[in-house]
């Protein structure tokens, strides 16, 4: 199963670009401003597509502690560096505003994104307490603002969180599905980094067939062959950076070992 935009290409691997932490928040860098946030994610994009990722996705993963309703400052900022970076885009990219869909959706609409990854159903006890999304009301913003082209990728177990729907996970994707419209399913593990349970990840992918299933946490060249044996495709961010760290640049050699060994697998 492969999305529209990315035409045939099979098992698809959508690349993390972690941009740094935004106005607003704790660990915003104020001299550098701006022009450091576009600099470091330019950088880190000119390194994923030369090593043949096929999308890339912007995340604000350093606005830690996360939120979940976006402040208009660090909204403004994200749109304005994907804004300021688009013109060396050559492949599609998605938004990702932790842990807002609103936020996402409405960052994703007037930036051109083909894509918006985020938590859109279910309860969760979390890292910030309570979690509860809107899931109609992000979806009811993507048409009203003319984007239903826009794809709405669903992590369907949240990271730094665990779910109070005592639901079997293939059950909760499935009824993501059916009744939330989901375009697509991402299957997380505990936290950043870390890999999905390969046992939820089977189930997901046997249980959900009409819409790709994508494994959205953890994935490394060690583990995507057998990841990919199953789903559609994989997010990754952590493996592409330097010694593995989350937080560190991304490493083009790394980014390159990993498409050979996909390159093979497709």
């Known amino acids: 199963m492969v999305f529209d935009f990315f035409g045939d290409k099979k098992k698809v691997v959508i690349s993390m670009s972690h941009i740094g932490a935004l106005p607003g928040s704790p660990l915003y860098d ?3 401003g701006l022009n450091k946030l576009i600099d470091d994610a330019l950088a880190d994009v000119e390194k994923l597509q030369a090593g043949g990722v096929d999308a890339i996705m912007f995340g604000n993963e350093n606005d830690r502690p996360y939120v979940f309703k976006g402040a208009p ?3 403004a900022a994200m ?3 994907i804004q300021a970076i688009k013109p060396e885009l050559k492949v599609p990219f998605g938004v990702n ?3 807002d869909p609103i936020a996402s959706v409405s960052i994703g609409a007037v ?4 894509f918006v990854r985020e938590i859109f159903t279910g309860v969760f006890a979390s890292d910030m307490g309570i979690w509860e999304p809107n ?3 992000a979806s009811r913003l993507r048409h009203n603002l003319g984007r239903d082209d826009m794809k709405l990728l669903f992590n369907i177990n949240a990271e730094f969180a665990h779910s109070l729907d005592q639901r079997p996970i293939e059950l909760r994707a499935k009824s993501a599905v059916f009744s939330s419209l989901a375009d697509a399913i991402l299957v997380s593990g505990p936290i950043t980094g870390e890999p999905a349970d390969a046992s939820n990840l089977r189930k997901v992918c046997e249980t959900v067939t009409s819409v790709p299933v994508f494994a959205n946490t953890g994935v490394n060249i060690d583990n995507v062959t057998d990841i990919l044996n199953h789903a559609s495709g994989v997010v990754i961010g952590t493996h592409f950076k330097v010694d593995g760290y989350t937080w ?3 490493d083009a050699d790394r980014v390159k070992r990993f498409m050979d060994v996909v390159s093979r697998l497709r």
């Open 79 to 81: 749109s304005a560096i």
């Open 135 to 137: 899931c109609a009301e």
């Open 73 to 75: 400052s660090g909204i």
């Open 30 to 32: 104020a001299k550098g």
């Open 97 to 99: 505003y932790l842990w």
């Open 111 to 114: 930036t051109g994104a083909s």
């Open 248 to 250: 560190n640049a991304v």
